[in-house]
């Protein structure tokens, strides 16, 4: 494991901001600074401080088990700035947040897998959830008769997306604007799932992180690893995969033959030869 040094990439953050390449600044209306400091010195210092401090405090969001000692750790990193003398070495340290890290992400890891198990199986003795081979869970909400997409066609659809603890994560109805997606190329519950609609249908799918974004999640964090999906979808239309038309063998060139000497024919030949 890399080792992870959370201060550094706040700083790191910082200096990449200023060394980007210079644009033509919008023009910004502010309030005046308060004058605090006596030089430019001390500004700059505040000021840095101050973009680490907030960078570091939403990173500081994304530690595993989201708790910590806000006071520890700036005591911390004021002491190892100073050069003081630390309660740990470098080594311990660096040894000692890699294990808590790596325990703590295992802890999350089987919370947010319970989560999901035991939501599945409640739901699944719901009245009218059905579940496939696979562990996909679905609810027909509006039925309808026709032909229904393959794994090779494209669909259009209107969705709603969201976490079982009822948090939306996506909405194609809010925007109201439909999506239109080859069905193979998108997460196996819905390439699986959207196969037994049809046009003018509404299904309500259930989909384990195994058919869903698995242990890395997406969107961002919007997703989280291990999260069981709700979505809420309904098939507009289907565009099946065109067929390769089958390609034409041209038959070969007709040579004409050589008209025979004294004949009608021969003489238009002759007549063109110059």
Do not use: C
Request: proline share 5%.
């Amino acid at each position: 494991m890399k080792k992870t040094v959370l201060i550094i990439a706040a700083i790191g953050l910082v200096f990449v901001t200023t060394g980007a390449k210079e644009k033509k600044p919008k023009e910004v209306i502010v309030a005046a600074p308060v004058k605090v400091f006596n030089n430019a010195v001390d500004s700059m210092s505040y000021a840095l401080g101050m973009n680490v401090g907030t960078d570091f405090g939403k990173n500081i969001k994304a530690i595993p088990g989201g708790k910590s000692n806000i006071e520890l750790i700036i005591k911390g990193f004021a002491t190892a700035m100073k050069g003081d003398s630390t309660l740990m070495t470098s080594a311990v340290a660096t040894e000692f947040f890699k294990n808590y890290i790596t325990a703590a992400q295992a802890k999350d890891t089987e919370v947010k897998k319970g989560e999901g198990e035991k939501f599945l199986a409640e739901n699944k003795s719901k009245p009218g959830v059905q579940t496939t081979a696979s562990g996909l869970q679905y609810q027909i909400l509006k039925n309808a008769e026709g032909v229904k997409p393959k794994a090779t066609d494209s669909v259009k659809v209107h969705y709603t997306g969201t976490l079982i603890d009822g948090t939306k994560f996506d909405s194609s109805v809010d925007r109201g604007e439909p999506i239109t997606f080859p069905l193979n190329q998108v997460i196996p519950g819905w390439t699986e799932g959207v196969q037994l609609m049809s046009v003018g249908s509404k299904y309500k799918f259930f989909v384990p992180y195994a058919l869903g974004y698995g242990d890395k999640g997406a969107g961002n964090g919007a997703i989280p690893g291990f999260a069981t999906l709700i979505f809420e979808v309904e098939l507009l239309e289907i565009k099946p995969l065109k067929e390769v038309a089958p390609a034409v063998v041209a038959e070969p060139v007709k040579v004409a033959k050589t008209p025979a000497k004294g004949t009608k024919a021969a003489k238009v030949v002759k007549s063109t030869k110059k």
